[in-house]
């Protein structure tokens, strides 16, 4: 019994794993316009019951435009909208609570050097944050400065680069300037 109950719980594992797990690509290539995940639980009280645990619409470049993750009692758990410029890049994201409600809006703007500047607004359109990211030639992020609502820088991170383009350090400031947090990134060939 216990086995039977083990297999049940990997295949729908797996089976959720891959249903999500395709690329952008591949949802593009099929024309997907959305993936339902279902799970059936085993055997409760004498049958079967079948949820839905997860929802994700696709636009017909294959960007995620609504996602939506189910509580085990099938009640909303988690909801997200994405929207999209011409190049395929962010624009907005809006995270909702379990009633529906905006939590969370996103609004990200990019210049002529794809440079990204990101700005954090609550439920009720008050700015939360802004966040500006600055590439190198080769797009690469080498800064990530995050302001809080009156301009004040909060954090900064400045990213270093390896001889084959690799993320080899991350380095985070505080709003005084000190040093943080040091991420080193060690790769093996």
Not at 167 to 172: I, L, M, Q
């Amino acid at each position: 019994m216990k086995s039977n109950l083990f297999l049940v719980v990997l295949l729908i594992l797996i089976t959720s794993v891959v249903a999500f797990a395709q690329s952008k690509k591949e949802i593009k290539k099929l024309k997907v316009k959305s993936v339902t995940v279902n799970v059936t639980d085993p055997k409760i009280e004498g049958k079967e019951k079948t949820r839905k645990d997860a929802y994700q619409k696709f636009d017909i470049n294959g960007n995620v435009i609504e996602e939506q993750e189910y509580s085990k009692d099938g009640s909303l758990k988690k909801q997200e909208s994405h929207k999209y410029n011409k190049n395929n890049d962010v624009i907005e994201e809006i995270i909702y609570d379990e009633k529906g409600i905006i939590k969370t809006k996103t609004l990200t703007t990019y210049n002529e050097e794809k440079t990204a500047t990101e700005t954090v607004y609550d439920g009720k359109g008050k700015m939360l944050e802004r966040t500006s990211y600055t590439y190198n030639a080769l797009g690469e992020k080498t800064q990530e400065i995050t302001y809080d609502d009156k301009g004040k820088t909060i954090k900064k991170s400045v990213y270093s680069y390896d001889k084959n383009g690799l993320k080899s350090e991350r380095k985070t400031y505080d709003a005084t300037g000190q040093l943080i947090l040091t991420k080193k990134y060690i790769y093996q060939y």
